[in-house]
């Protein structure tokens, strides 16, 4: 940071129940569901806070946290000299409060006596479910020059997709004049709108603010729990409330078909995102396994984790997670197999072994962690499902998806 007096703490968010990547959260919140192989999502944000010099980190959870409290230990350590942490602060009944997180600005309000006590001058509030890379000190440094009271990470965006964002106007000052959270109408849409590096576009909130501390202080007093729907278009009235154009990608993994199309994007040869920077990498647990052992596999556009053993199999734009069993004749197309969280040669009970079978099937599927897949099963969609469910595979938008610790048994099809 540019200015010795000012520290930037961090705060992420944690999430709600993310019931739409439902059954991945099933045992899991929203950003400890696994990407990329061998990360998690909240991997993303931490690392970009690390990235940016900021070591001053709370985590902020509240469903289905054990994993994600547990990651987040055994990955994120600051050593005694660097004046550095990383906190975990779950929901809790206090004598204040007895219930559980309403909203964004009310995880923030439930902790703020512990906010407000700590050695920052001003906070930047994160998501712990975005896939972005972003310098958080070029966001601060914007904050800071333009003497803002608040300032709100934006992104140029088609208009297609107005009506599920947070929209908003600024000025050639960057200063924000008007806010719209999910504009609903053609002609709203097109008002808001703006030519930009000449496409129609509208300017998108990312879910990322900075604020002042003692600002902060004041507008989490006002009614309402929720950054994006209360506090925001109220600093807009009230305060001076600016907009950081980032023009790098951006999405906010909220749906199956999202968190989909993000991770098979990752196998493109030059993908919007890439977890291939060692100038800003993204950190997650060390694990110590071994390299994948690769025998006679055909492997297109694809991402092997660590720890695999992949046979005589065809692998086309697909994810393998870290520690997979895929046997000889294995056909994957467009697929993340998420691997397993252990070997499990030693496991009598077990009716199927760990991983895929030989000559199984998988087409536009996401198979959880520790999943069970039979010989000759056939995971495609034959049917052209849009939505199904039962205990052992869901379909969302098209897509099938293994629950955790499922297993298929032989010759399976659907």
Same mark, same amino acid.
């Given at each position: 940071m540019k200015q010795s007096k000012v520290r930037l703490g961090a705060i992420i968010l944690g999430g709600g129940r993310g019931e739409r990547l439902s059954p991945l959260t099933s045992y899991r919140a929203k950003p400890a569901v696994h990407i990329g192989g061998k990360y998690r999502l909240i991997d993303v944000p931490i690392s970009n806070c690390i990235n940016s010099g900021i070591n001053l980190i709370h985590v902020l959870t509240q469903f289905n946290t054990t994993s994600l409290h547990r990651h987040i230990s055994r990955t994120y350590k600051f050593d005694i000299y660097s004046g550095g942490d990383i906190e975990i602060l779950a929901a809790q009944q206090t004598a204040k409060n007895k219930d559980w997180f309403q909203g964004t600005a009310d995880a923030v309000r439930s902790y703020?006596?512990?906010?407000?006590?700590?050695?920052?001058?001003?906070? #930047? $509030?994160?998501?712990?479910?975005?896939?972005? =890379?972003?310098?958080?000190?070029? @966001?601060?440094?914007?904050?800071?020059?333009? +003497?803002?009271?608040?300032?709100?990470?934006?992104?140029?965006?088609?208009?297609?997709?107005?009506?599920?964002?947070?929209?908003?106007k600024a000025n050639e000052k960057d200063e924000i004049t008007r806010f719209v959270e999910k504009p609903q109408g053609e002609d709203l849409i097109n008002e808001l709108a703006d030519m930009i590096n000449g496409e129609k576009k509208v300017l998108a909130s990312m879910g990322i603010y900075i604020f002042n501390k003692e600002v902060l202080t004041e507008v989490l007093k006002i009614q309402g729990?929720?950054?994006?729907?209360? #506090? $925001?278009?109220?600093?807009?009235?009230?305060? =001076?409330?600016?907009?950081?154009? @980032?023009?790098?990608?951006?999405?906010?993994? +909220?749906?199956?078909?999202?968190?989909?199309?993000?991770?098979?994007?990752?196998?493109?040869?030059?993908?919007?995102?890439?977890?291939?920077?060692?100038?800003?990498?993204?950190?997650?647990?060390?694990?110590?396994?071994?390299?994948?052992?690769?025998?006679?596999?055909?492997?297109?556009?694809?991402?092997?984790?660590?720890?695999?053993?992949?046979?005589?199999?065809?692998?086309?734009?697909?994810?393998?997670?870290?520690?997979?069993?895929?046997?000889?004749?294995?056909?994957?197309?467009?697929?993340?197999?998420?691997?397993?969280?252990?070997?499990?040669?030693?496991?009598?009970?077990?009716?199927?072994?760990?991983?895929?079978?030989?000559?199984?099937?998988?087409?536009?599927?996401?198979?959880?962690?520790n999943v069970r897949i039979g010989k000759n099963v056939k995971l495609i969609n034959k049917d052209n499902l849009s939505e199904y469910q039962s205990e052992t595979v869901v379909?969302?938008?098209?897509?099938?998806?293994?629950?955790?610790?499922?297993t298929i048994p032989d010759n399976f099809e659907i």
């Open positions: 703020w006596d512990r906010f407000e006590q700590m050695n920052a001058t001003h906070y #930047i $509030i994160l998501a712990g479910d975005h896939l972005y =890379k972003m310098d958080y000190s070029e @966001f601060f440094d914007h904050h800071l020059a333009t +003497g803002a009271d608040v300032s709100v990470g934006v992104r140029p965006m088609p208009t297609s997709t107005a009506s599920e964002l947070g929209v908003l729990d929720d950054f994006g729907k209360n #506090i $925001i278009p109220h600093s807009i009235e009230t305060l =001076k409330t600016t907009a950081f154009r @980032f023009q790098g990608y951006w999405e906010d993994i +909220g749906t199956i078909r999202t968190f989909f199309e993000s991770n098979i994007a990752l196998t493109k040869e030059k993908p919007h995102f890439t977890f291939y920077n060692e100038d800003n990498p993204v950190y997650t647990r060390q694990r110590f396994l071994p390299g994948s052992e690769i025998r006679g596999a055909r492997i297109d556009h694809s991402i092997i984790s660590e720890g695999c053993k992949i046979g005589n199999a065809t692998v086309k734009d697909s994810i393998i997670g870290i520690r997979s069993i895929i046997c000889d004749g294995v056909q994957l197309d467009r697929a993340y197999f998420m691997g397993a969280d252990f070997y499990d040669d030693t496991n009598e009970k077990a009716t199927l072994p760990m991983g895929i079978g030989e000559n199984s099937v998988l087409k536009n599927v996401i198979a959880d962690k379909i969302k938008d098209g897509i099938i998806i293994i629950p955790k610790y499922a």
